[in-house]
């Protein structure tokens, strides 16, 4: 029996596809070795070796269907024995994971692995009542039960229409297709992800008898990744609520302090009006009327009467400052009445915006965002200063993004709470280039060890106590949905951090997010 030398064996091809090769050529040429007239396309290792061992096998199958039937081996080669090259037939059909099938012009089946059998067999039971309505042999072994049938008679009609479609494609262009991710439903409704390369099947002079193909089950790794998704999509939603119970506590800190402000006016108001000097207007009146018809005299001899043009004269003072101060407690009360409508608008209008791409000032943003924080950074004595250094406008998501900056804001202001300084400082900073825009948020605080820059995003990790682990996971996710990303640095514990949100100008639609780095970590002086 000839061999190939080395350099006949093309070095591309894997160890695996060489040693199908070589039984395929002894099935195809009786010991002569005998390769398949076709490139296998590039994919997966296991998909790719055992499809190139499928297309030497193709050959094979084809030249025994054409040649007679071989008499016995004379020259003590038993491996061309045609029992033996069933074996090795076999040997590749039985033992393969993957699914390995050959079909006719008619995209019937000629020959199939048993994993294919087996996951035909497992939910379709009634495959030998089919061969009968199509009247095909019943008596036949497991391992050809689906010969003669097609796609159409073990999957549903949709699915079996494009798998013939693109088997006519094949056999009309002679053109392999590889790598095709497909999904399909067998009768009983169960979905078969396969990731598939399907090939010309050619006989030993070229002519394209048939189509055949190796498929991966990949329904097991396609669940993961669905339930996976599902799991990310919980995920946001819970964040977001997270989110949202966070600008709710803000806002009900905000209208609290602006509440006892009003308390306090309304009381000061309330107290005037008891107190007041009005009512000796009323007695000064009554005392008038009972001299009315002596009024003159009693103004100028009666010594109640000398009374009444300087005590008017007290009276009106009195009266004006009363009126003053009644004033400047009513214009107060008003204008925390009108802050909390501004508070409450506000989370209104970012819960009710949610998901809208339109065009905001970036400084209005972080304005209302202070805002919201601006109760708490008060009594936590935290001092917030502005750097715009950029005032662009982007069109954005816009809650996504005033949930990012009251969540690092927030942080900020725990960061050097926790410090215990007593120069507790925020300075938010807005730098831009021709593609992005950064906002920096930089704090005077406990600062971030070297090992928790990276870790502090991961999902239900904190170094705050009483914290959840949701806002910088949920702000980073936040942020690459649009288009940009959530950076931190630090230079150590007691050195406080920055937080870098980087967004594009122009919401993104579809495209990668933008990479980091920007000039905004610059610390704060100390």
């Known amino acids: 029996m000839s061999t190939p030398t080395d350099s006949s064996i093309p070095r591309r091809w894997p160890t695996a596809a060489l040693a199908a090769g070589a039984a395929a050529g002894l099935l195809a040429g009786g010991g002569a070795w005998s390769y398949a007239r076709l490139a296998v396309s590039p994919g997966p290792f296991a998909v790719g070796a055992v499809a190139a061992a499928a297309a030497f096998l193709a050959t094979a199958i084809a030249a025994r269907r054409q040649r007679p039937a071989a008499g016995p081996a004379s020259n003590g080669d038993h491996s061309a024995a045609p029992g033996h090259d069933r074996d090795q037939l076999r040997a590749l059909l039985d033992s393969s994971p993957d699914t390995i099938y050959f079909k006719d012009l008619?995209?019937?089946?000629?020959?199939?692995?048993?994993?294919?059998?087996?996951?035909?067999?497992?939910?379709?039971?009634?495959?030998?009542?089919?061969?009968?309505?199509?009247?095909?042999?019943?008596?036949?072994?497991?391992?050809?039960?689906?010969?003669?049938?097609?796609?159409?008679?073990?999957?549903?009609?949709?699915?079996?229409?494009?798998?013939?479609?693109?088997?006519?494609?094949?056999?009309?262009?002679?053109?392999?297709?590889?790598?095709?991710?497909?999904?399909?439903?067998?009768?009983?409704?169960?979905?078969?992800?396969?990731?598939?390369?399907?090939?010309?099947?050619?006989?030993?002079?070229?002519?394209?008898?048939?189509?055949?193909?190796?498929?991966?089950?990949?329904?097991?790794?396609?669940?993961?990744?669905?339930?996976?998704?599902?799991?990310?999509?919980?995920?946001?939603?819970?964040?977001?609520?997270?989110?949202?119970?966070?600008?709710?506590?803000?806002?009900?800190?905000?209208?609290?302090?602006?509440?006892?402000s009003v308390n306090v006016s309304a009381t000061l108001v309330a107290d005037h009006v008891r107190h007041s000097k009005v009512g000796n207007v009323a007695k000064l009146a009554t005392l008038v009327a009972q001299n009315r018809a002596r009024l003159a005299d009693f103004v100028t001899n009666d010594p109640r009467g000398k009374m009444i043009p300087d005590y008017l004269g007290t009276l009106a003072e009195m009266l004006n400052e009363e009126h003053k101060t009644v004033l400047l407690e009513l214009d107060q009360l008003r204008k925390n009445i009108e802050h909390i409508k501004e508070v409450v608008s506000m989370q209104q209008a970012y819960a009710r915006t949610s998901g809208v791409i339109e065009t905001v000032s970036l400084p209005d943003l972080i304005e209302d965002a202070l805002r919201i924080n601006a109760g708490s950074l008060v009594r936590h004595d935290v001092q917030a200063t502005r750097d715009y250094q950029a005032r662009p406008a982007v069109t954005t998501d816009k809650h996504k993004v005033m949930q990012i900056l009251i969540n690092l804001v927030r942080n900020a202001k725990y960061a050097c709470d926790e410090s215990g300084r007593t120069d507790k400082k925020i300075l938010v900073r807005t730098t831009a280039d021709e593609r992005r825009v950064h906002i920096a948020i930089v704090d005077n605080g406990v600062g971030i060890a070297p090992e928790n820059v990276t870790r502090i995003f991961n999902h239900g990790f904190t170094t705050r106590k009483g914290g959840h682990g949701f806002g910088l996971h949920s702000g980073a996710i936040a942020a690459k949905e649009l288009g940009g990303d959530l950076t931190a640095r630090s230079d150590g514990p007691g050195c406080g951090a920055t937080f870098v949100l980087t967004l594009p100008h122009a919401a993104p639609t579809g495209a990668a997010p933008y990479p980091s780095g920007c000039p905004d970590h610059e610390p704060i002086a100390r």
């Open 106 to 260: 008619e995209s019937r089946f000629v020959c199939v692995s048993r994993s294919k059998v087996s996951k035909a067999l497992e939910r379709l039971p009634d495959l030998r009542a089919r061969r009968i309505a199509k009247n095909l042999p019943v008596d036949v072994d497991e391992a050809e039960i689906l010969n003669g049938l097609t796609d159409f008679d073990t999957y549903q009609d949709g699915d079996a229409r494009l798998a013939f479609e693109d088997e006519r494609q094949i056999i009309q262009t002679g053109q392999p297709l590889a790598g095709k991710l497909e999904r399909q439903f067998y009768f009983d409704g169960t979905p078969c992800w396969s990731l598939t390369n399907k090939m010309p099947w050619r006989d030993r002079t070229g002519r394209i008898v048939g189509t055949f193909g190796v498929s991966k089950d990949v329904t097991d790794i396609k669940t993961a990744e669905e339930k996976l998704e599902e799991l990310h999509r919980q995920l946001l939603e819970t964040s977001r609520q997270a989110g949202m119970a966070e600008v709710a506590t803000g806002v009900l800190h905000n209208v609290g302090n602006v509440l006892n």
